[in-house]
């Protein structure tokens, strides 16, 4: 990752769906903002064991959201579990889901517990797509406008 930017990291369970849209859609919008601003987005999982062996990497919802979107998703990665130098790297952590995400990272990183941001974006078991991928682009929108702000002053 470049040191020529700030960073955000969202973190979700799998690194499959939710994180991988947020990132997507940050860094698609990030780019284009007059000027440009000078962070990017990377995601990574609290438990990728749990996406099922070979459901691909990526999901096709985040996949087909963003082919809507115009937002070109072909150089996709498969998910990355979450270490202490990504956290150590961000100058913005995000979780997900504050019920699903908070206990994960107490017993993997009590430190960090704490110190990050927690949405409230449901993941598909409990809510679908069409409801949770428009939810996290507008709270990603909010962050870009709240980040444009700090930048102009």
Same mark, same amino acid.
């Given at each position: 990752m470049s040191s020529d +930017? !700030?960073?955000? $990291?969202? =973190?979700?369970?799998?690194?499959?769906?939710?994180?991988?849209?947020?990132e997507y859609v940050f860094n698609y919008h990030a780019i284009r903002t007059q000027p440009a601003l000078?962070?990017?987005? +990377? !995601?990574?999982? $609290?438990? =990728?064991?749990?996406v099922s062996p070979g459901a691909g990497h990526l999901s096709p919802f985040t996949?087909?959201?963003?082919s809507d979107k115009g937002i070109d998703a072909a150089a996709y990665r498969p998910p990355i579990a979450l270490g202490e130098q990504d956290l150590a790297l961000a100058g913005r952590v995000i979780a997900l889901k504050h019920a699903e995400h908070h206990p994960l990272m107490g017993k993997k990183?009590?430190?960090w517990q704490e110190r990050i941001e927690y949405w409230h974006v449901h993941d598909i078991d409990y809510a679908h797509p069409d409801q949770a991928l428009p939810e996290i682009e507008?709270?990603?929108a909010a962050l870009l406008a709240a980040l444009t702000a700090e930048q102009t002053g």
């Open positions: +930017f !700030s960073h955000v $990291l969202f =973190i979700c369970t799998g690194n499959y769906y939710r994180s991988r849209f947020a000078p962070w990017r987005a +990377f !995601s990574r999982g $609290l438990a =990728i064991d749990q996949l087909q959201a963003l990183f009590p430190h507008s709270l990603v």
